[in-house]
């Protein structure tokens, strides 16, 4: 498959997985939440800002009869500039496919970061099956649009140059976010974004995200659908917008550079927005020693 877009082989170098070990070994001690549906996007495999431990723990402790990549999984614009591609970003791919090879159903929709995917469109590649968009039927009969989002996005679609300007800003902010994850985890604390916690205190940003949102949710309901579940601006959230008198819910799956969000359905249809940093947080708080209080001395 000498064809594959740079960036993508990695797909293909993967594939026959039981012949290659992953870096990071499996999980398989303990029970995996097990859910209908799962859908993830912006990974942004191929740079430094993925969170690729937290991917894998995540991966490593879930399961799901279909999941959604939702756009950005491979991040071709940086390796366009700079080929970076360690053995860990390889792990995830290894656990997708492992899911496809179990009988998970896998749809991928290209987002703009990964791109050069979207000539693959209808096509089906180690299980994974290629879609520009999806809809999906949730268990208590809601119909969803899935899509990635950058269609909706002025800037992409007016000014794309200046797209790739805000690409090179915001991967010099996740260089200092990684510094800061990473003194964190050394002193022993949580994981937290500090280009997070910046998007939401900066004015722009709020009112772009909150105009954006409108937008998708309006074009779900011109389109006849219950919502929508998107990606591309890394802030996951949950609202509902009225299309003509009609609810139209807005499902935001969030990212894994910044918040580390997956959106899920249970088994019933009920959905919700996962942090598993803090997932990974209150998971570990049993294991945490805690010191026998002195017992009173008696009187």
Known sequence: MTDLPSGFEAFHNVANFPSIKPAVPEVTKGERRRFRTIWISDVHLGTKGCNHELLIDFLDHTDSDTMYLVGDIIDGWR???????????????????????????????????????????????????IRRAAFH???????????????????????????????????????????VANVRKRLGLPYWSISKAAKHKVKNAVEF?????????????ERGVDGVVCGHIHTAESRVFLHNGSPVEYWNDGDWVEGCNALVEYHDGRMEILDWADEVARRDIPETAVEPQAEPEAA
């Open 79 to 129: 390796l366009k500039k700079k080929f970076y591609w360690p053995a860990e970003h390889n792990d995830i791919v290894w656990r997708i496919l492992k899911r496809a090879k179990r009988g998970t159903r896998i749809v991928y929709i290209p987002g703009n970061h990964d791109e050069m995917v979207r000539p693959f469109c209808g096509m089906n590649f180690g299980g994974v099956e």
């Open 137 to 179: 039927n949730t268990a208590d009969g809601r119909r969803l649009m899935v899509l990635h989002g950058d269609e909706f996005d002025a800037v992409m679609l007016a000014h794309r140059w200046l797209a790739f300007v805000g690409d090179a800003a915001y991967h010099v902010m996740m260089k200092l976010n990684g510094w």
């Open 209 to 221: 995200i909150g105009k954006y949102e409108e937008v998708v949710a309006r074009a779900a309901g």
